[in-house]
T-cell receptor, first 110, second 115 residues
Framework: ELKVEQNPLFLSMQEGKNYTIYCNYS?????LYWYRQDPGKSLESLFV?????AVKQEGRLMASLDTKARLSTLHITAAVHDLSATYFC??????????FGTGTSLTVIP | DTEVTQTPKHLVMGMTNKKSLKCEQH?????MYWYKQKAKKPPELMFV???????INESVPSRFSPECPNSSLLNLHLHALQPEDSALYLC??????????????FGPGTRLTVL
């Protein structure tokens, strides 16, 4: 069974700082997604990464994919309070398999 | 329109009740999904419909019964639930299932409490 692990599970960071969330998965895939979930709310799609070396950026968030290392990163630049949320990566496999990562709960403090 | 709607937003039911959750999308997506999410956990896939046919059933107990009346609607019928079934139930849709699921668009969810 595929394992999708995120690191760290909990992250508390100061406003203005940079940090990276890591998503490791245990089998080959070249399709990876990042979602954001605010407390008590639904999931919002952030990025879709569809090939090795793919990099996407939106505002203070940048996501990348290294399929050979089976690793995706979500980099946060100059964090602001509005980025506080839980972030999930998700991996899409052939044969109609889709797995969410364990999630990273991010709190940005003043 | 990139919206997935779900009703009701909140539902409280007893263990002997029968209720239904409803989901609707008008994006022309051909795949629709039901997920269950417990607090502070990732969503767990329950069912996938592709072109209105059930394509994935992740060993969900029979007290949960999905239905896809047409390409825009998805229902989840609930009967004789247990307190441990209390969770946030999320519906999602995507363009298709096959060569990758694609980006899934999630509805706001139904917060279910079973007494």
């Amino acid at each position: 069974e595929l394992k999708v692990e995120q690191n760290p599970l909990f992250l508390s960071m100061q406003e203005g700082k940079n940090y990276t969330i890591y998503c490791n998965y245990s089998t080959t895939s070249d399709r990876l997604y990042w979602y954001r979930q605010d407390p008590g709310k639904s999931l919002e799609s952030l990025f879709v990464l569809l090939s090795n070396g793919a990099v996407k950026q939106e505002g203070r968030l940048m996501a990348s994919l290294d399929t050979k290392a089976r690793l995706s990163t979500l980099h946060i630049t100059a964090a602001v309070h509005d980025l506080s949320a839980t972030y999930f990566c998700a991996v899409d496999l052939p044969g109609n398999q889709f797995y969410f990562g364990t999630g990273t709960s991010l709190t940005v403090i003043p | 329109d990139t919206e997935v709607t779900q009703t009701p937003k909140h539902l409280v039911m007893g263990m002997t009740n029968k209720k239904s959750l409803k989901c609707e999308q008008h994006m022309g997506h051909r795949a629709m999904y039901w997920y269950k999410q417990k607090a502070k956990k990732p969503p767990e896939l329950m069912f996938v419909y592709s072109y209105e046919k059930l394509s994935i059933n992740e060993s969900v107990p029979s007290r949960f019964s999905p239905e896809c009346p047409n390409s825009s609607l998805l229902n989840l019928h609930l009967h004789a639930l247990q307190p441990e079934d209390s969770a946030l139930y999320l519906c999602a849709s995507s363009q298709g299932v096959g060569a990758g699921w694609g980006t899934q668009y999630f509805g706001p969810g139904t917060r279910l409490t079973v007494l």
